[in-house]
């Protein structure tokens, strides 16, 4: 078992029950279970907010299996996450056991001198970022005379690390050292290899960055997850991480070559090799958004051109649109102006998962299908005016009832978004007072999207591989029960509590 008696565990959002309890849908990916008696007296403790590893072997195999499928998540004091304030003892174990490793590129760490030691490495800095003999607090530095690339900095600074956890924290970071000292003790779980916490905006008086502050690729939101591909948090930004040293060295730390994108790949070969990766939102850093439209356009642009790297080195992980097949035979038909065939196509479809899943009731699969429907609309929109822009602005040029289609495509993501950000202003009472007014919104919304798009077309190009760009069709629920990762303990026998349907 990894976790401490007295853990507490949350439920991740997308968990239901049915009425019996017997039935669980939920997790990243989404799955359903089916529960014996005694894996839904776990359940029920999980929601009350008990530690149920300490009553059997069994349980505690169950609660472990339902975190790495997403399920559950680790919370709160005696757990492997974080307590709600650094205490004495995450402070000490930081100062001991941890190294802070800073690359940097033309520009100081914005952050003070750490308690922890730390590595700064100045990347190929024209003209160099310290003197000789200058040292910033109690930091060693490394200075590469060419620019290598963040992810070859980072390496160059693991070499220097002889403590059991290193954090990575990029130059344009603001964070507090007592934040990040919580993400400690995440790691008192064997399994755990890297901790993210939540990264968001540097609050500013411009656009830009009243726009990071409601959309920005660092910011992954207030719902803690397991970090995964395919997962509804599929990555973390190596603007801050927490990581075991020896497993980074394992996988062999960051891929070098990469410019772009070399966060997400690290975080996938940690878990393709049996790591726990994890994202806390619950500490917090602040990071610089870039100070004029262009620069942020062409940080945009670059990660996009990140896509393709990425999908070669993780076939089917980067595919910009995936679904199941009966949800894109629901949207096919209404995107070419059938729209009575396509709902047609929906509600047999969704009368097919009823018979599909018959251990669940039939008002929570019409729900599932329905859900799911939705989203794959939302999901074709985003693709159409992202990734698929360039193909989607020709068919618009070439086709009356194609240009129909794409302004509905475009337009759908950016409301969306607008109609959640107004409310989230609204909520906090600073809808008065936000510079980013509707227009200015939908703009930059537009912008974003046709920025990382081309990069994702640049990328392809260069790679001269078009994995980025295809579609992945998959069946759900999956016909047979997705194999464990590597070293991951067994999926529960029925005495456990718990069986996935095929």
Not at 263 to 275: E, K, N
Not at 377 to 401: F, H, I
């Amino acid at each position: 078992m990894s976790h401490r008696a007295g853990a507490r565990f949350l439920l991740d959002r997308s968990v239901r029950r049915s009425p019996d309890g017997r039935v669980l849908v939920g997790g990243s990916p989404l799955r359903v279970l089916t529960l014996t008696d005694s894996g839904a007296v776990v359940v029920d403790a999980l929601a009350a907010g008990d530690d149920p590893t300490t009553r059997s072997a069994a349980a505690g195999r169950l609660v472990e299996r339902f975190v790495d499928l997403g399920i559950a998540h680790p919370v709160g004091a005696g757990t492997s996450g974080p307590t709600d304030t650094a205490d004495a003892t995450d402070l000490d174990r930081w100062a001991r056991e941890v190294t802070v490793v800073t690359p940097c590129k033309d520009e100081l760490p914005r952050h003070p001198a750490w308690s922890a030691a730390s590595v700064v490495v100045d990347d190929g800095s024209v003209p160099p970022l310290f003197a000789d003999g200058v040292v910033p607090g109690r930091a060693r530095t490394v200075r590469l005379a060419r620019n290598a690339g963040p992810g070859a900095a980072r390496n160059t600074g693991l070499a220097q690390v002889d403590t059991p956890l290193v954090a990575f924290v990029d130059a344009d970071v603001e964070v507090d050292e007592a934040e990040l000292a919580r993400l400690v003790s995440w790691f008192d779980d064997l399994r755990v290899a890297l901790v993210a916490p939540r990264v968001r905006a540097v609050a500013g008086p411009g656009v830009l960055a009243a726009f990071e502050a409601t959309r920005s690729p660092l910011d992954l939101g207030d719902e803690p997850a397991r970090v995964a591909a395919t997962t509804r948090v599929s990555y973390v930004p190596a603007a801050v991480l927490l990581c075991r040293t020896a497993a980074i060295r394992d996988v062999g730390g960051f891929d070098g070559s990469l410019r772009y994108g070399e966060d997400v790949d690290l975080v996938w070969r940690l878990a393709a090799a049996g790591w726990r990766c994890r994202y806390d939102p619950s500490v917090e850093a602040h990071h610089r958004t870039r100070p004029d439209l262009r620069r942020w356009l062409a940080q945009r642009f670059r990660y996009g051109t990140s896509a393709a790297p990425l999908a070669r080195r993780h076939p089917g992980a980067l595919a910009p649109l995936r679904m199941s097949p009966w949800s894109a035979a629901t949207w096919v038909p209404v995107a070419a102006g059938l729209p009575v065939v396509g709902v047609t196509v929906g509600v047999a479809t969704s009368v097919a998962l009823v018979r599909k899943l018959p251990q669940v009731p039939a008002r929570e699969s019409l729900r599932l299908a329905g859900l799911g429907n939705l989203y794959a609309g939302r999901l074709w929109c985003e693709t159409l005016s992202r990734a698929w822009w360039p193909a989607a602005l020709v068919a618009a040029a070439l086709s009356r009832r194609a240009r129909r289609t794409v302004a509905i495509a475009w337009s759908v993501p950016i409301v969306l978004d607008a109609v959640r950000h107004l409310g989230r202003r609204r909520s906090r009472g600073t809808a008065r007072r936000s510079r980013l007014d509707p227009v200015r919104f939908a703009l930059l919304h537009l912008a974003d999207d046709l920025a990382y798009g081309a990069g994702v077309w640049v990328g392809a190009w260069r790679e001269r591989s078009a994995d980025a760009l295809l579609p992945r069709f998959e069946s759900w629920p999956p016909r047979r029960p997705a194999p464990s990762a590597p070293s991951a303990p067994a999926a529960p026998s029925s005495d456990a509590g718990g069986a996935e349907l095929a």
